[in-house]
């Protein structure tokens, strides 16, 4: 029996091809596709200077969306949320009607329905900020939007979704060890994602 046949997409959200999330995280995911003979495809929401009322360029993400098995978010954290063009990405992309549709329970209650339960997603935060103020007087906000917010929206809720948003913490002031440790983590992540 052969190996089973994945579809990757890695979206990167950064506009510094030598940024940490550009030439660290994204090149390793890459990286790693390449050496096992994977079939992926790339949006860099930058490079293709994604907006609204981009019609066919959101029709063409749709259609690799649909096409994935596996997606890979890249993004720094700017103001205590994913780059502005990451964020364009879901507002226009993971659409009601595409990504989910909302079920009436009764009167104003209804529960979102996701279209894309059966993706595998993997996520990488940057920080500049440590650790600790961030999970403890900011409560951690970032990670709890996207996870609670966006990804139950449109992948539904799991626990591995929030397992699989990684954060890696002040990594502009991080020795360059701690950025290979980083690394690792992405290779070991991407190397568990391509067992059978």
């Known amino acids: 029996m052969g190996k089973k046949k994945f579809k990757h997409l890695v979206v990167i959200g950064h ?15 890459v990286r790693e596709l390449e050496d096992n003979n994977e079939t992926f495809k790339i949006i860099d929401v930058y490079e293709d200077k994604l907006h609204r009322n981009r019609e066919e360029l959101i029709k063409e ?19 205590f949320r994913l780059v502005p063009k990451m964020e364009t990405f879901f507002d226009e992309v993971l659409t009601p009607g595409f990504a989910y549709k909302f079920v009436p329970i009764k009167g104003m209650y209804a529960y979102p329905k996701p279209f894309l339960s059966d993706k595998k997603v993997r996520t990488y935060i940057t920080h500049g900020a440590p650790m600790l103020p961030v999970v403890t007087l900011y409560l951690n906000s970032v990670k709890l939007r996207l996870v609670m917010g966006v ?9 591995s979704r929030w397992r699989k948003t990684k954060q890696f913490w002040s990594v502009p002031f991080v020795s360059h060890e701690k950025r290979q440790k980083y690394l690792r983590v992405v290779e070991n992540d991407i190397r568990k994602d391509l067992k059978i």
Do not use: M
């Open 15 to 29: 506009p510094d091809k030598k940024s940490f999330c550009y030439n660290g995280i994204f090149s390793t995911i």
């Open 151 to 159: 990804y139950s929206f449109v992948f539904g809720w799991k626990l």
């Open 61 to 79: 993400y749709k259609q690799l969306v649909t096409w994935s098995t596996h997606i890979y978010f890249v993004s720094p954290v700017w103001w």
